[in-house]
C-alpha cells in the first residue's frame, strides 16, 4: 500500500506543478494532496503544523491567483469598471477559451471595461498590462509553492 500511496502522492505533486500553467488544474491543491498521500504512507511523517500550514498556502496561493489579476489592472491606474471587466474577462476566459482564457480573459476585459468607462485606449492598455502582469505574477507564486511542497516530498523520501 505504501508504494501505491508514494506512486500516486508523486503524481499528485507534479501534475500540482503542471497546474500552474494549465488553468484546469489546482496546482497548489493537488501538491498538498500529494503530501498528504505521502504523509499516510509509512515511509515520510509530516507533523500537523507542517500539513495545516502547507494547505493554508496552497489555499492562499489558489486565491491570490485569481486577486491578483484583479489588483494588477487596479495598480496600473485601472477604473472600477476596468477592474470588473478583469474579473469578468477571467470568468468568460476560464470557461470559454482554455487554457489561454485565463491570460488573455483578464487582459481583454480590463480593456473593455476601461474603454465602458469612457477612457481612453491608452489607459485600457495600460490597465490590461496590469492585469496581465498580476496574471504573471500569480503563476509565480503558485509555482513557488508547488516546488517547495515537490521539494519537501522528494526530501522526505530520500
Do not use: W
Request: proline letters at 5%; hydrophobic letters at 60%.
Amino acid at each position: 500500500m505504501d508504494i501505491v500511496l508514494v506512486v500516486m502522492g508523486g503524481i499528485l505533486v507534479f501534475l500540482g506543478i503542471l497546474g500552474c500553467f494549465l488553468p484546469v488544474l489546482p496546482g497548489p491543491p493537488l501538491g498538498f494532496a500529494g503530501l498528504l498521500l505521502l504523509h499516510f504512507s509509512s515511509l515520510a511523517q509530516f507533523s500537523v503544523t507542517f500539513l495545516v500550514i502547507m494547505g493554508t498556502i496552497a489555499i492562499l496561493a489558489s486565491i491570490l491567483d485569481y486577486l491578483v489579476p484583479i489588483l494588477g489592472a487596479k495598480r496600473f491606474g485601472g477604473s472600477r469598471l476596468g477592474v470588473v471587466g478583469a474579473v469578468v474577462g477571467l470568468l468568460l476566459g476560464i470557461f470559454f477559451f482554455p487554457p489561454l482564457g485565463i491570460v488573455i480573459g483578464p487582459f481583454l476585459g480590463a480593456i473593455a471595461g476601461e474603454l465602458i468607462n469612457g477612457d481612453d485606449l491608452n489607459k485600457a492598455v495600460k490597465s490590461g498590462f496590469g492585469s496581465f502582469l498580476g496574471f504573471v505574477f500569480g503563476t509565480g507564486i503558485k509555482l513557488a509553492v508547488s516546488f517547495v511542497m515537490a521539494y519537501y516530498y522528494v526530501e522526505r523520501l530520500l
